[in-house]
């Protein structure tokens, strides 16, 4: 089945350190791919987004992705974190031609002090 | 400042009772959407429209009805037929095509059924 896989429910990091957040496809040809945060009780905002050509994607706020292809994932990195990034994080995926997204069941980030 | 505007921000509703969320744009997108959110379930489709006067079903769409009257609005009722309706809801809109990548938030209407 077509489906959209964040496997890390919630993570926890201290400050200043890495962070990959994980995310992993399932559709016959390669989706369009894109990275959310979500505030406590805000909307959300895009954080980067994958069409074609050049698999690592830049996003705000520091924040970067990579496409692999072999592994049918799109995982989120930033070298070091901020407790301004505290915040949910929501892997999508746009089915060409869909005219919709789908989005995985979002990955709680907390940041220790 | 450009955006899209939902009211109200929370809403309290008694068993049995129709409700509507209003979501209003000033982008100028064509395409609107509504999810629902839950804990641990990520974001889940309810209605979608890519131009005035029509609309799809999402995922979940039994127990909600839309409108799209006007480019700017899209308003979602709640029916008493959705079993369960206490849920965050979000509204957001595009550009056509949706191939321009992004979708635009608006800061969610929390639902409380008591």
């Known amino acids: 089945a077509q489906s959209v896989t964040q496997p890390d429910i919630h993570i926890t990091v201290s400050e200043g350190a890495s962070l990959e957040l994980r995310c992993n496809y399932s559709y016959g040809a390669t989706p369009y791919l894109f990275w959310y945060v979500q505030s406590p009780g805000q909307g959300l905002q895009l954080l980067l987004k994958y069409f074609s050509g050049d698999t690592l994607v830049q996003g705000i706020k520091g924040f970067e992705a990579e496409f692999k292809r072999s592994q049918s994932s799109f995982n989120l990195r930033k070298p070091s974190v901020h407790w301004s990034d505290a915040a949910e994080y929501f892997c999508a995926v746009d089915p060409r031609g869909a005219q919709k997204l789908v989005f995985g069941q979002g990955t709680r980030l907390t940041i220790n002090p | 400042d450009g955006g899209i505007t939902q009211s109200p921000k929370y809403l309290f509703r008694k068993e049995g009772q129709n409700v509507t969320l209003s979501c209003e744009q000033n982008?100028?997108?064509?395409?609107m959407y509504w999810y629902r959110q839950d804990p641990g379930q990520g974001l889940r489709l309810i209605y979608y429209s890519q131009i005035v006067n029509d609309f799809q079903k999402g995922d979940i769409a039994e127990g909600y009805s839309v409108s799209r009257e006007k480019k700017e609005s899209f308003p979602l009722t709640v029916t008493s037929a959705q079993k369960n309706p206490t849920a965050f809801y979000l509204c957001?809109?595009?550009?056509?095509?949706?191939?321009?990548?992004?979708?635009?938030f608006g800061e969610g209407s929390r639902l409380t059924v008591l």
């Open positions: 957001a809109s595009s550009k056509t095509g949706l191939n321009t990548g992004e979708l635009f």
């Open positions: 982008l100028n997108h064509d395409a």
